[in-house]
């Protein structure tokens, strides 16, 4: 009897989960996340860097083009910018602040 316990204690045990270590499964996602995030600090320095370079390159053409679009749209990009300053400020609850909504 005691062969047929032990051959099911072995049996049994094949399907019990693995051990589980918490502090070292903490360091691992720890360092698992302090990878990640030195990837996305370099991805987004990269692109800032690229984008950056790109824009002083490009000054010289885009000011002129800048400078003759801003003229006209002035007074629509100051209303565009009072009405997103009016919605930042209100949150959200522009219908409720104009007596709209009860």
């Given at each position: 009897?005691k062969?047929?316990?032990?051959?099911?204690?072995?049996?049994?045990?094949?399907?019990?989960?693995a051990?589980?270590?918490?502090?070292?499964?903490?360091?691992v996602?720890?360092?698992v996340m302090?990878?990640?995030?030195?990837?996305?600090?370099?991805?987004l320095?990269?692109?800032?860097?690229?984008?950056?370079g790109?824009?002083?390159?490009?000054?010289?053409?885009?000011?002129p083009?800048l400078?003759?679009?801003?003229?006209?749209?002035?007074?629509?990009?100051?209303?565009?910018?009072l009405a997103?300053?009016?919605?930042?400020?209100?949150?959200?609850?522009?219908?409720?602040?104009?007596?709209?909504?009860?």
């Amino acid at each position: 009897m005691k062969q047929a316990d032990e051959r099911l204690k072995a049996l049994f045990a094949q399907d019990e989960p693995a051990a589980f270590d918490a502090p070292f499964s903490m360091a691992v996602m720890e360092q698992v996340m302090r990878r990640r995030f030195q990837e996305d600090v370099a991805l987004l320095s990269a692109a800032s860097l690229l984008g950056g370079g790109a824009l002083w390159a490009l000054w010289p053409v885009l000011q002129p083009a800048l400078v003759a679009i801003s003229q006209g749209l002035a007074p629509a990009l100051g209303a565009v910018a009072l009405a997103a300053c009016a919605a930042m400020i209100l949150g959200g609850r522009a219908g409720s602040a104009l007596g709209l909504e009860s």
